[in-house]
Structures are given as C-alpha cells and as structure tokens.
C-alpha cells in the first residue's frame, strides 16, 4: 500500500521530534537498550543468588519511575498508606520495605521531578524557592560539618541524619515543586481515611487486647491508643492532621452521605486523641478544638456537646477504668519531675556550648556530666537518655543557630500567611480554612514536641510537620506579591526619611 505524501511527512515530523528530544537533553538514544541489560544482568544475578524478594521492586523500577514521572503525588499517598505500619517494624519483611518506603520513595520522587522539569519532560507551574528553602540547605551543610568535626562515630551519624531530617525536608520540597491542587487533595482523602481508620482499630486494639499487636506498637506495661506509630505525640498529630483534611472536605462538600462520615471521623480522632493518655497530646488537641472553634464554630460546638454526652455516659460505664487511668496521667507527677531535670541538664549543656552544640547524636554521650538536682525533686525520676523536648535536643546537640535554622521556614510561612490571608478563596477545599487547619496541625505538632524528642526518634512525626509545611507553602505561594517578600513598608519608610 502506498503512503500518502501527508503520512509520510507527518512520521517524520514526530521521527525528527523524538531525534531532537533525546539529543537536546543529552539523552542518547541506546539508553532504553542499556537500561535493559542492566536489569536483565541484575536479575539475573538476583536468581542465582535466590534473592527472589528483590525481584519484584527491580521488575517495577521502571514502571514506578514512570509513574512517578506522570503524577508524583502519587509517590506520598503510598507513603502514607503504607509506612505507618512498617515505620516502628523495619525487620518486617527484612529491611527492603523500610529503605524502599522511607529512604528511596520520596527522594527518587523528587529527583525525577527535578529531572522531568529540568528536560521540559512535565509542563509545571515554576516554583522559586526562596529564603525558607535557603535555611534548610544552610542547616544541612551546617549539620554535616557538625557530624565530620564532633561525632565519634560520622558514618552512623550521616545514616541517622539522613533518616531523620534529609528525608523529611525531601518531603517539603517535593510537595513545594509538584503543587497539590485541589484535585489532588481529593486523590488524598481516601488514602487519609483509610489511615485514620485502620489506625483507630489499632490504637483501641492496643488498649483493650493489646497482646495482639507487635511489641513496637505498644508500650510496655501501659494499655494506651498508639495506633501502628508506637509514640502518642506522633500517633495524636498524624491522626489530627488526616482528620482535619478529612473536615475540610466535608464543610465544603455538598455529599449526603460523605459528609457526616467525614465529621464522624474529626471526632473519633479526638476520641484517639484522649486514648492516647498522654498529657502533651491533651495540650495540643485542646488547642486545635479552640482552633476549630473559631473556623467552624457550629459543627464543632456540636461535636463538643456529643462528645461530652457520650464521655459521661460511657465513662461511669465501659470506659470507667480508662477514665481512672486518665485522671492518674492528669496527675502523676513523677514523669513531670524527670522532664523538669531532663530539661535542666539540656539547659547546661545549651550554656556551656551554645553556637556549636555537644555535636549530633551525642547528647546520650554528654547528659550525664551535666545531671544536678533541682530544688528538691528526686534525681532517680530523670532515668531516660533525652530532654523530653525536641527544640533543647536540637540546641543540646547542634547550638542555637540550627535551631533558629529549623524553624525559621515556619516562622517565614507563618509570616506570609498574615500577608496572603484575605486574599485566599473564601469556599472550597483551598480555601483559607484549609490553611487555618494546616497551621493548627503546627501548633499541635510543635506543642507536643516540647513533650519529647520528635527529630531524634519519630521520623515519621517529622516527616509529617515538613509535609504539612510544604502543603501550607503550596498554599501560600500563589497569591504572593513581590511587596509580600521585600523590606517591610515601614522600614522602606523610615530608610526615606535618611
């Protein structure tokens, strides 16, 4: 059969285009060929040693680049669908599930969304870091330095560092450059049922047969809601922070039936919030109900008024022994004495080296010189290797500046938020009460971390505080304008005036 001079031309006008494509990018032609005997020798190699469980991530690394490629949004659904049950089991399955899911997934997510823009492979709205971005990158460098010149043991440390912070910040910065749209929000929202869901059958599972979880869910000899994450603080401000995107979908909804389920659901995460029993996480759920209180002041006093019904009912009836066990944490005060000392050790420790720290990872090491009595609490309650707070660790172990650091992209987000407020949509899923909620997860998050140390031993609850900051930026960045970032008016003034 003949082809028609138009065919002809048009195969190779897309012929030219892929040629030109490939060697613009400098992407040479045999790559796909390359690639597949690369895998096909690592498979092979794979067989003979019968590691038959690698098999399969090998088989799907192509495919999942590819997807990812398309929509990398994609890479922190899976993250949170699956994560929070392996992140306290590494030795699940082996190690693989861990590395893939915690140390591969969100960083090859970003790397390929940096190489899909950076080939003009994915046509995005640019995104320009800015001054938030520039303090990260200058606490890494400063943390590295930090780990090569005062840790005793550098490669442990730049594991460690890696999982707990390089992580987590790859996690804001791939939610800053893909941009969740409201689309995607709703792609999310059953993955943030399904988790809030599965981890309440956990956490009442962990309090009233707790013998049928792993020992990594539970703590020993305490029958508290933990859910899969086996710390309150992170289990409490994961579960918030799921259940307030849930709401604001349901505020702003207009489904029958999707609605009450979704606010249901705001009012069993309180319900885990209580059962966690611990005194840091009450603060912070507290805070976020006055929160709520003045975003959807009438659903939430409902909610408030039935919970309170049933806490009477159910408490002089099934929960009576949960009650009792709430009203001892109300009022122990052994734990609060070891915070108290944990505390005034950390405070030496942050006065005799303030700018450089004790170097990171080393606080276990440096603690005990500094143990002294305060007033007349007892020294034995101060038994645990840590502050009990996130933000004097950090100080502790790498000075003041990196703390400042730390938390400076909040401070600036915080900042630009008052600057974009009224000009962000008044309805919909984006609308400003998202970003009221995302800043009430924040402070929840940043109140229970005065109560432990997050960075130092729940990834996850990290990695949740910079995904959600990274969905707060994402929020913000759009309505900016270029006065919003420049020198405040009143200084331009006041430099006039000289």
């Not at 799907?60 to 990812?68: D, G, M, N, Q, S």
């Not at 956990?202 to 305490?222: K, T, V, Y």
């Not at 729940?458 to 995904?467: A, D, I, S």
Request: aromatic fraction near 12%.
């Amino acid at each position: 059969m003949l082809v028609s001079r138009k065919e002809a031309r048009a195969k190779d006008v897309s012929e030219s285009t892929i040629a030109s494509f490939w060697g613009k990018r400098l992407l040479p032609a045999w790559l796909p060929v390359l690639l597949a005997i690369v895998l096909g020798a690592a498979s092979a190699v794979l067989i003979v040693r019968e590691n038959w469980i690698l098999l399969v991530p090998l088989a799907l690394v192509v495919p999942i680049a590819i997807l990812f490629v398309k929509y990398p949004f994609v890479s922190v659904m899976i993250w949170m669908l699956v994560f929070p049950y392996i992140v306290r089991t590494p030795e699940f399955g082996g190690r693989i599930p861990y590395n893939l899911l915690h140390r591969a997934i969100i960083p090859v997510a970003l790397v390929l969304v940096v190489l899909s823009d950076w080939f003009h492979i994915r046509k995005r709205e640019p995104v320009r870091f800015g001054r938030a971005e520039l303090a990260m990158l200058l606490l890494l460098a400063v943390v590295v330095t930090n780990i090569l010149v005062l840790s005793p043991d550098p490669t442990r440390s730049l594991i460690r560092f890696y999982d707990r912070l390089v992580v987590p910040f790859c996690m804001y910065w791939l939610i800053r450059l893909i941009a969740p749209t409201e689309q995607d929000l709703r792609r999310f929202l059953p993955v943030a049922f399904i988790t809030v869901l599965a981890e309440t059958i956990i956490g009442m599972i962990g309090i009233f047969a707790p013998q049928m979880l792993p020992i990594e869910w539970i703590r020993a000899g305490i029958e508290r809601g933990l859910g899969s994450l086996g710390n309150p603080a992170v289990y409490t401000s994961t579960m918030i922070f799921l259940s307030l995107l849930l709401l604001q979908y349901a505020m702003q909804g207009n489904s029958r039936w999707i609605r009450p389920l979704f606010i249901l659901t705001i009012g069993v995460a309180f319900v885990c919030v209580f059962f966690s029993f611990s005194r840091g996480s009450w603060m912070g759920g507290v805070l976020v109900l006055i929160g709520l209180l003045l975003i959807y002041p009438k659903t939430v006093r409902r909610l408030i008024a039935i919970g309170l019904v049933l806490m009477i009912i159910l408490g002089s009836t099934v929960f009576a022994d949960e009650i009792a066990f709430a009203y001892v944490r109300l009022n122990t005060v052994e734990t609060a004495e070891g915070r108290i000392l944990g505390g005034a050790k950390s405070i030496q420790m942050i006065v005799r080296k303030p700018f450089t720290g004790w170097g990171y990872d080393t606080y276990d090491l440096a603690d005990e010189q500094f143990r002294t009595r305060v007033t007349d609490l007892n020294l034995a309650t101060d038994q645990d290797k840590t502050s009990h707070n996130t933000y004097l660790t950090i100080m502790a172990e790498l000075g003041v500046p990196v703390l400042i650091l730390y938390l400076f992209p909040a401070i600036w987000w915080l900042l630009l938020s008052t600057k974009v407020w009224h000009r962000l949509p008044q309805t919909g899923l984006q609308s400003w009460h998202l970003l009221a909620m995302l800043w009430l997860l924040i402070l929840d998050h940043f109140t229970v971390s005065n109560f432990m140390d997050m960075v130092r031993f729940n990834l996850f609850g990290t990695t949740v505080w910079w995904m959600a900051l990274g969905l707060i930026a994402g929020m913000v960045y759009p309505y900016l304008k270029p006065g919003d970032i420049g020198i405040p008016k009143w200084l331009r003034h006041a430099l006039a005036r000289q």
